[in-house]
């Protein structure tokens, strides 16, 4: 499945409805909008797409808090989970 396909797939609505509630969680864990989130999440997908071929189901990106380096608190970080269907070779 090409990553165009992802787009004109039909997900059904108990899928879509626990994507939202996902992305509203996320989104509020890193005070930014869904819509900031979901344009990430986009992003992402079309930069990792252009090497390998990823399973957009299984995709999971959330904003986590985590200790900063210098140990002085906590700081947001990006976890994303995708899983890899196949890997393109460039050369």
Do not use: W
């Not at 004109?8 to 626990?18: C, L, P, V």
């Not at 869904?34 to 992402?44: Q, R, V």
């Not at 994303?80 to 890997?87: L, Q």
């Amino acid at each position: 499945m090409g990553f165009i396909d992802t787009f004109f797939r039909r997900r059904s609505s108990g899928t879509m409805a626990k994507d939202r509630l996902k992305l509203v969680l996320v989104s509020d864990r890193a005070s930014c909008s869904p819509e900031t989130m979901e344009m990430i999440k986009n992003d992402i997908i079309e930069v990792i797409s252009k090497y390998m071929e990823i399973d957009t189901q299984g995709l999971d990106i959330q904003i986590t808090q985590t200790e900063t380096e210098e140990g002085n608190g906590n700081g947001p970080a990006l976890y994303a989970n995708i899983p890899i269907k196949e890997v393109r070779f460039h050369r």
